[in-house]
Structures are given as structure tokens and as C-alpha cells.
């Protein structure tokens, strides 16, 4: 694990100060990465960095996690630990899988986690009070679509695949 903690660091030092973004700059690390189970190194993400990068590392790795199926993304939902919220004052990376798919995916993430997946009543309150505070993280936006053209972020086309695989295979329910 030490080694996939400074691959990560290394990672997310350099993001933001390199002379690529989005999908370029972590093709860079695509072999080192590939080392790594993805569901490892995106949990990792997801619990130690801040949101807006997991987000564009999500985003920015379509490479590493599209031919996962959709499977791996409710695996993901139902595994991921998730901190108390009632002390949270800004967008946490631990909820960067939900909003990946609601506001991306445009698949009701949060529903499905809360209909299909046995959540204790402290983990249900945590979900509504982060997203009672940050709704917005949930629903789709037409800002988003001009980074969603497979160089800078993943395409639309990929994510429209995604959102019916989950639809047809997991009966998630469509954002729109």
C-alpha cells in the first residue's frame, strides 16, 4: 500500500502543474497505475485527496476503469466508507463516485445506494445531510459537456454506455 500512497502523492502533486490535463496528464501514469487494482487506487482517491481532484481523476481515467463493466461501479457504491457529515463545510472526495454518476453518468446514484443497498440508519443520515448541502453535485449540467469529449475528460459517448449498462443490468434509474 506504500507504494500505491506515493504513486497517488506523486500523482496529485504534479496535477495542476504539468503542461497536460485531464486525460493526457494521467495517461502519464497509465503503466504505474495499471500496477495497481483500480478499485484500490480510486478508494485511496476517494479518501485522501480533496473532491474536485478525485472527480477529474475519475474523469481523467477512462482508460483504466471502462472496461470494468458496470458492476464496478456498484461494488464501489456499496463499499465505499463514507465519513460523518455533520461537520463537513465543503465537498468531501468520499462522494466523488455518487456525483460521478448522477451528474456524468446522469444514473441516480444516491437512490440506488439508498433503495438497494442495507445502509445503517447513521450512514442514511450522513447521505442526506452531505447532499442536502450539496444537491447541485448531483444534477447534470451543460458546462459540463465541453469537457466531456474524450480528449480532455471521458466522452459522452462512453458515459452514455455506462449509464445503460447500469440501467439495463442494475436497474438504476435515468437523471433526466
Known amino acids: 500500500m506504500s507504494e500505491l500512497r506515493a504513486l497517488s502523492k506523486a500523482i496529485f502533486d504534479g496535477y495542476g502543474n504539468a503542461d497536460v490535463i485531464g486525460i493526457a496528464y494521467f495517461q502519464r501514469w497509465s503503466t ?3 500496477a495497481h487494482v483500480y478499485s484500490d487506487v480510486l478508494v485511496h482517491q476517494m479518501r485522501n485527496y480533496p473532491h474536485r481532484y478525485v472527480l477529474d481523476f475519475i474523469l481523467g481515467t477512462p482508460f483504466l476503469w471502462r ?3 458496470p458492476s464496478f461501479w456498484t461494488g464501489l457504491l456499496v463499499s465505499a ?3 460523518d457529515t455533520a461537520r463537513t463545510v465543503e465537498q468531501i472526495g468520499a462522494f466523488a463516485d455518487i456525483e460521478f454518476l448522477s451528474r456524468y453518468v446522469e444514473v441516480d446514484a444516491l437512490s440506488y445506494l439508498w433503495h438497494e443497498c442495507k445502509l445503517s440508519v447513521a450512514d442514511r443520515a450522513s447521505l442526506l445531510l452531505y447532499f442536502q448541502k450539496y444537491g447541485y453535485a448531483l444534477v447534470p449540467s ?13 466522452g459522452k459517448k ?3 454506455h455506462l449509464a ?5 443490468d442494475f436497474k438504476f434509474k435515468k437523471m433526466n
Open 32 to 34: 504505474d497505475l495499471s
Open 67 to 69: 472496461a470494468l463493466g
Open 81 to 83: 466508507e463514507r465519513p
Open 142 to 154: 451543460d458546462l459540463d459537456d465541453e469537457d466531456l469529449d474524450g480528449c480532455y475528460f471521458v
Open 158 to 160: 462512453d458515459l452514455l
Open 164 to 168: 445503460d449498462d447500469l440501467c439495463r
